[in-house]
């Protein structure tokens, strides 16, 4: 059984940073493209990163500079820094494994930057 779990959200005031932390458990870890998602409400959920299995990354244009990603394929976990965070930023963040035909979500972690 595959899982995804997210940790690391919270509140956090503009201008702060987090760190979040997605574990896989049930895959193949190493071959899987890694990827952070967010979805604030009333908007479609969205690419933030990702990381290829040969650690390729990929940012939305609205994080760049700002977030990094990263993975520990011996603790098959992936990691989301970010930092100068903004009110945009609010939303529930979500872990995301995808290989081929497979594809896995994790529950979603909730970040949320207000004053």
């Known amino acids: 059984q595959v899982q995804l779990v997210e940790s690391g959200g919270g509140l956090v005031q503009p201008g702060g940073s987090l760190r979040l932390s997605c574990v896989a458990s049930g895959l193949g870890f190493g071959i899987y493209t890694m990827g952070w998602y967010r979805q604030a409400p009333g908007k479609e959920r969205e690419l933030v990163a990702e990381v290829t299995s040969g650690g390729t990354v990929n940012y939305a244009d609205s994080v760049k500079g700002r977030f990094t990603i990263s993975r520990d394929n011996v603790k098959n976990t992936v990691y989301l820094q970010m930092n100068s965070l903004n009110a945009e930023d609010t939303a529930a963040y979500y872990c995301?494994?995808?290989?081929?035909?497979?594809?896995?979500w994790g529950q979603g972690t909730q970040v949320t930057v207000s004053s």
């Open positions: 995301n494994a995808r290989a081929r035909v497979d594809m896995y």
